[in-house]
């Protein structure tokens, strides 16, 4: 088996999708714009060749080298990256080396565009927050992997009037965000007509969405589907109320992996996956879980879908996932990919026969959680008094890095806890400033 993996240095843990391919006897062939030297021993060591371009957002170059990968070793059978940002890349090349395990060209916009998602969710009955768009590209216009055009700002933008009528429909506060993007990077909250009118005045140069505004924890369902959109794999996460006050107001993250998923979510989760057509991918889907009712979408504890993004989750995600579920989540994803099954306790099952076997180990698993800090903030606790406290439940500790530091925090703190009181504790011991 050929496997083309672009990237596999950046995350800097994904190397270790690489290294569990390579177990399993595939030709795992890595591109990316790392001078080889650059590599860790591990990275190297995960690929059967590395090819380097000069630029990953140089699609010819990228497509020469997977050209030379396939003359080299024969026809492709798996292009991947992980990577929200070369999912289009990545869509693209599989349409031009015919390779079907994955999105094509032809269903990349409905995981991409903000807009397109949510007329999935609404065909296929998700309860999800109302959109309106506010302004697109005219047709034809040639459009970047990160939104922007490639031949300027070809906008037509609704009349402020429309989108004033959206919100008296759905009330303030609303969202404003790039119609594709990820994370919060150029998104705004506005609490009334004022604010609207001045993000009209600024408005920037690429396609945006305006939604309804709902008051909710944050939950991904992230997961490891087969090629039949079944569940290899299934995790829930807990999130920050708002990634983007994160940024804004200089705030400490903190986040968590459950060791359970609720039925509600499972249930929504695997309905999402069925509605997109989700095969053969590691899976981040984010939900609202309502903590106020919402007219139309739910009463409290309810869950509203937010947005599908077809890779893992961000950051160290996947390792907190292995440490909240006691398991390696890229020899899952690994098994996927060769067998379209998964290893438990020494024997492949396929997804159907999956939900019986970890019935077995229900019980096992524990709450993974995530705290850190920035600079220019005097924190009440030494980093010698939480290693003191949680030394031997400290999975993961060190410095971030630095075009993390706006998001993540520079420090960061990773603990394996059995519950969510200590959690809580967690959280505070890490975060808590000195007045």
């Known amino acids: 088996m050929n496997v083309v993996f672009i990237s596999p240095n950046f995350p800097s843990a994904y190397w270790n999708f690489c290294d569990r391919l390579k177990r399993?006897?595939?030709?795992?062939?890595?591109?990316?714009?790392?001078?080889?030297?650059?590599?860790?021993?591990?990275?190297?060591?995960?690929?059967?060749?590395?090819?380097?371009?000069?630029?990953?957002?140089?699609?010819?170059?990228?497509f020469r080298a997977a050209a030379f990968f396939s003359f080299k070793y024969g026809k492709i059978d798996w292009?991947?990256?992980m990577n929200e940002y070369w999912l289009e890349n990545d869509a693209r090349l599989r349409t031009d080396f015919n390779v079907c395990t994955g999105l094509k060209e032809d269903r990349i916009a409905f995981i991409k565009e903000?807009?397109?998602?949510?007329?999935?969710?609404?065909?296929?009955?998700?309860?999800?927050?109302?959109?309106?768009?506010?302004?697109?590209y005219r047709e034809g216009t040639?459009?970047?992997?990160?939104?922007?055009?490639?031949?300027?700002?070809?906008?037509?933008?609704?009349?402020m009037s429309e989108v004033k009528e959206f919100t008296r429909d759905v009330g303030y506060p609303v969202i404003v965000k790039p119609n594709i993007g990820v994370g919060a990077t150029n998104t705004w909250k506005l609490e009334c007509d004022a604010d609207l009118e001045r993000f009209y005045e600024g408005m920037p140069s690429v396609p945006y969405v305006c939604e309804e505004f709902i008051e909710g924890d944050i939950c991904s369902y992230d997961g490891i589907t087969d090629s039949k959109c079944d569940m290899l794999f299934e995790s829930m996460t807990v999130w920050p109320p708002s990634v983007m006050d994160i940024v804004l107001k200089d705030l400490d993250l903190m986040y968590y992996t459950c060791p359970d998923v609720?039925?509600?979510?499972?249930?929504?989760?695997?309905?999402?996956?069925?509605?997109?057509?989700?095969?053969?991918?590691?899976?981040?889907?984010e939900f609202f879980r309502l903590t106020k009712p919402r007219k139309g979408l739910g009463e409290i504890g309810d869950f509203v879908a937010l947005e599908v993004n077809m890779r893992p989750a961000g950051g160290f995600t996947p390792d907190m996932m292995d440490y909240a579920h006691s398991l390696d989540v890229y020899s899952i994803w690994a098994d996927m990919v060769v067998s379209d099954r998964r290893e438990l306790d020494g024997r492949l099952y396929t997804a159907s026969e999956l939900d019986e076997a970890l019935l077995r180990r229900a019980g096992t698993d524990c709450f993974c959680v995530y705290a850190s800090r920035k600079d220019g903030h005097a924190y009440m606790y030494p980093h010698e008094e939480i290693m003191s406290r949680y030394g031997s439940r400290m999975v993961m500790q060190g410095e971030m890095p630095e075009m993390n530091w706006p998001q993540m925090g520079r420090y960061m703190y990773t603990a394996r806890l059995s519950d969510i009181g200590e959690v809580k504790d967690f959280i505070t011991v890490v975060h808590e400033r000195k007045r």
Request: glycine share 8%; aromatic share 8%; proline share 5%.
């Open 24 to 62: 399993r006897g595939a030709n795992v062939l890595g591109i990316g714009d790392a001078p080889y030297d650059m590599l860790t021993d591990s990275q190297k060591a995960s690929l059967t060749e590395y090819y380097k371009v000069g630029s990953l957002s140089d699609y010819g170059e990228v």
């Open 79 to 81: 292009i991947e990256s």
């Open 114 to 136: 903000k807009a397109l998602m949510k007329k999935i969710y609404i065909e296929n009955g998700i309860p999800t927050a109302r959109q309106f768009i506010l302004s697109s």
């Open 142 to 159: 040639l459009v970047n992997p990160d939104g922007t055009a490639q031949d300027g700002s070809l906008l037509s933008v609704r009349p």
């Open 262 to 285: 609720p039925e509600k979510l499972r249930v929504l989760g695997r309905k999402t996956v069925k509605a997109f057509d989700v095969k053969s991918r590691f899976v981040h889907l």
